[in-house]
């Protein structure tokens, strides 16, 4: 079974800190994606990764920047966390021959105070 | 750029059929899919329907694809409770990252 893991379900940050997101997945997955997930807005795409080292923009990535050192790990970095970025943040990954399949994260909900 | 639309939500009574519909832009998506978000989870792939398909079927689920609408359908045979879910329709994007709907929200009264 592919797995996919975020670090946190649950995280309260204050206002101005860097947050760190981590996702992981076991499953050699070249691809890799992060959305935020908000009531009556659907999934939108933040980052995503086709490799290691490799990184674009998804619709919305102001204020977020992503990291991919190693390739089962994908991490969303907040620079400095706003209220605005209250959310629920989804990790996904897929392996680039099968691409009709993309496995989720359980999902980090995060609250900036 | 791409849109996909689905209504926000749908109620419907154990044992009935449900129809989730989905509309979308751009026809040049090669795979469209349905994910199931069970409350406090992640998205769950529940089924896909490769372009060239009219239908696919996999037990108590079928997907329609109307090519000339850009419409996209999911029926839910024998809807039980714990089908209760909100359902997303998503194509690929020009990047091959998806694309969702906003989510339709099932309930199922018993």
């Known amino acids: 079974d592919v797995k996919v893991t975020q670090s946190s379900r649950y995280l309260v940050k204050r206002t101005g800190e860097k947050v760190f997101l981590e996702c992981v997945q076991d499953?050699?997955?070249?691809?890799m994606f992060w959305y935020r997930q908000d009531p009556g807005l659907g999934l939108r795409l933040i980052y995503f990764?086709?490799?290691?080292?490799?990184?674009e923009k998804g619709d919305i990535p102001e204020g977020y920047s992503v990291s991919r050192e190693k390739k089962e790990r994908f991490s969303l970095i907040l620079e400095s966390a706003s209220t605005n970025q209250t959310s629920m943040y989804l990790c996904?990954?897929?392996?680039?021959?099968?691409?009709?399949?993309?496995?989720f994260g359980p999902g980090t909900r995060l609250t900036v105070t | 750029g791409e849109d996909v639309e689905q209504s926000l939500f749908l109620s419907v009574r154990e044992g009935d059929s449900s129809v989730i519909n989905c509309t979308y832009t751009?026809?040049?998506?090669?795979?469209l899919y349905w994910y199931k978000q069970e409350p406090g989870a992640g998205l769950q792939l529940l089924t896909y329907?490769?372009?060239?398909?009219d239908m696919k079927q996999d037990q108590r689920l079928t997907v329609l694809l109307n090519k000339k609408d850009k419409h996209l359908s999911l029926r839910i045979a024998d809807t039980q409770t714990g089908d209760s879910a909100i359902y997303f329709c998503?194509?690929?994007?020009?990047?091959?990252?998806?694309?969702f709907g906003k989510g339709t929200k099932l309930s199922v009264k018993p």
């Open positions: 996904a990954s897929r392996d680039r021959g099968r691409i009709y399949e993309q496995y």
């Open positions: 499953m050699d997955h070249e691809n």
């Open positions: 990764s086709y490799d290691v080292k490799m990184k």
């Open positions: 751009d026809s040049s998506s090669t795979y």
């Open positions: 329907i490769f372009s060239n398909m």
């Open positions: 998503a194509v690929q994007g020009s990047q091959g990252n998806l694309i």
